[in-house]
């Protein structure tokens, strides 16, 4: 399989806070813009990261958590011992913590999540973050003991995901219309092709939330997105259509920040089928692709080429786009 890809780049878009009024900067209130509607709403039975960029870490948590820099950071599990094997992880549970149903969080509901995930039945699109999984035991309320098969150096990363945040077994079967979770946010409406709405939770267990209600606006198309912004409507569009930004961009009243996300743009080529199957066919269609020209047409020139099957953020990116630069003639010989 020969892949080459381009990194796609994101721009967000909000309100400039130097042209913000008092009464904008009290609103507790945000409207943010969305380009893909969720599928549904449980991020342990869909691939899509639509259903995340909405729930994750608002609406459900997980053990641990993802922060900014890809560092694992403590979640509902407030710390964890790691045997010398490195084979059994102990996770010490905050206590207290409600899910927003008024039932109580406990180690059972992680036990209950983590077995579901990796189940033979499981809808999980990750199962693979749970395969190294050999038992799950809730020791007490407040502690569970995961015994993996053979040491994972990754397993507490992949508690991180959103495909492994714990649900309630009360609520599992209906999280994908209504979610349930721990978060710092409940769920409160989905008007689908419209809107998905989320609510301050008044009993959640750590730091409370700033904003009273969060709605996510689905806008699907620029042509839609550009007034939406310019009128107020939407405060922040974190990924903006990028073949629109030059549209809003020299707004006084609107910042434009630019940065990369893990979505890459691919042409694979199927080694085993005719005419792909000989090399210089292969190689030919490499050279003669101007990924640029490329990222030019379809992302507004938003967007970075790479030789590679892995975003440049990823620290095991290698940089192989000088192996088959842009070259024409190079194409045709071969």
Not at 247 to 264: A, C, D, F, R, Y
């Amino acid at each position: 399989m020969k892949i080459w890809k381009t990194a796609v780049c994101a721009a967000a878009i909000a309100l400039a806070s130097a042209t913000a009024t008092a009464a904008l900067a009290a609103r507790t209130d945000l409207v943010l813009g969305v380009v893909l509607e969720p599928p549904h709403l449980d991020p342990t039975a869909g691939a899509a990261a639509a259903i995340d960029e909405v729930l994750y870490a608002n609406v459900f948590e997980g053990l641990t958590r993802m922060g900014p820099a890809g560092e694992v950071l403590p979640d509902l599990a407030e710390s964890w011992t790691v045997s010398d094997d490195g084979k059994v992880y102990t996770f010490k549970l905050h206590t207290g913590v409600k899910f927003h149903d008024g039932s109580d969080f406990s180690a059972d509901d992680v036990k209950f999540s983590l077995d579901r995930a990796r189940a033979d039945d499981s809808q999980n699109a990750q199962k693979g973050l749970f395969a190294a999984i050999d038992t799950v035991e809730a020791v007490d309320p407040a502690t569970v003991k995961v015994t993996l098969k053979h040491p994972q150096g990754s397993f507490l990363y992949n508690m991180g995901w959103g495909d492994a945040v714990i649900v309630s077994p009360k609520s599992a079967d209906t999280n994908k219309e209504k979610p349930v979770g721990t978060g710092p946010f409940k769920f409160q409406n989905w008007a689908k092709g419209s809107s998905i709405t989320l609510v301050k939770s008044d009993a959640y267990w750590g730091e409370p939330a700033f904003l009273d209600k969060a709605e996510f606006r689905i806008i699907p198309d620029a042509a839609a997105a550009v007034p939406a912004m310019l009128s107020g409507d939407v405060q922040a569009f974190p990924f903006f259509p990028p073949d629109a930004v030059a549209q809003i961009e020299g707004n006084p009243e609107l910042k434009v920040v630019v940065g990369s996300t893990e979505g890459e743009t691919i042409l694979a080529m199927n080694n085993g089928k005719p005419p792909f199957d000989q090399l210089k066919v292969r190689q030919a269609v490499s050279y003669a692709l101007d990924r640029q020209a490329i990222i030019d047409g379809a992302s507004g020139g938003l967007g970075v080429p790479i030789g590679s099957h892995m975003s440049p953020s990823s620290k095991a990116y290698v940089d192989l786009t000088g192996r088959y630069p842009h070259d024409v003639e190079k194409a045709k010989e071969l």
